[in-house]
């Protein structure tokens, strides 16, 4: 049996768009030092390097940023996707956008990332507090869920999945997260834990939370973090009984 852990980020291992809390880190990084550990992430390199540093990024087998669209090993890019959404599809997010009843904008509301856009009616550039009112708005709204609906019966051809706070993932059919575990899983031996905040029908870790083995059900960094440990300690207390798991 050859286990492997793979991660979401916002949400899972750091609050969404924030770094990581120091002692969680620490314990993190011991963790990948004993375990294959894979991070996938809607968010690009850059993003996920500011919130878990390089030292985690580094330490990791894989990093399949973008949705799997873009592919690290440590420093070094493995593959990166080429798609972009068309015209049709990039207009109808502008009106989108402009027909919204959330008062608010702060700008970059379409994020062109490899392979994938992310669309956020508040903006990729919001304050904390525009985050937070955006949250509420959703929750109350479900303008997420009313939005992935009608752009993906607009268009079969394209994925739209709910992810982070305030923004959809949307790229080619077939080309988020669960590409990851394909790539992942390489054996009939693998045992695939997942552990991301967005497994619900519509979520961005939905589909690729399914192909792994164990998912277990977190809503926060602190869930993953006291997860893990209960994880080491069962592992311990076998060990001192002498029991392999
Ligand atoms: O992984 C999904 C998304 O998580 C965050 O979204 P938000 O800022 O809306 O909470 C961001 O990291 C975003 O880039 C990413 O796609």
Not at 31 to 52: A, M
Not at 166 to 176: N, Q, R, S, V, W
Not at 207 to 232: H, K
Request: proline share 3%.
């Amino acid at each position: 049996m050859i286990r492997k852990f793979v991660f979401d980020v916002d949400g899972t291992l750091t609050p969404s768009r924030k770094k990581i809390d120091k002692e969680f880190a620490e314990f993190f990084l011991d963790f990948c030092s004993k375990n294959l550990v894979y991070l996938v992430t809607g968010s690009d390199k850059p993003k996920t390097v500011e919130q878990i540093g390089e030292e985690i990024f580094n330490s990791v087998q894989m990093s399949f940023n973008c949705a799997g669209n873009e592919v690290w090993n440590k420093s070094t890019l493995v593959y990166s996707s080429v798609w972009k959404p068309n015209k049709e599809v990039t207009d109808y997010l502008e009106l989108l956008l402009s027909e919204s009843q959330f008062p608010e904008r702060s700008g970059n509301h379409i994020e062109y990332r490899k392979g994938m856009v992310n669309f956020s009616v508040v903006g990729r550039k919001c304050s904390n507090e525009q985050r937070e009112n955006y949250k509420l708005w959703d929750t109350k709204s479900q303008e997420r869920v009313y939005l992935s609906e009608k752009i993906r019966s607009k268009f079969p051809n394209i994925d739209v999945y709910i992810g982070g706070e305030t923004g959809l993932d949307i790229f080619e059919k077939g080309k988020g997260k669960s590409q990851a575990i394909e790539v992942i899983r390489t054996s009939d031996d693998d045992v695939l834990y997942y552990f991301g905040d967005q497994v619900f029908p519509g979520g961005n870790d939905f589909e690729a939370a399914m192909l792994c083995n164990y998912q277990p059900q977190i809503e926060s960094w602190q869930d993953t973090y006291y997860s893990l440990l209960i994880m080491d300690e069962l592992e311990n207390e076998n060990r001192n009984y002498g029991v392999n798991i």
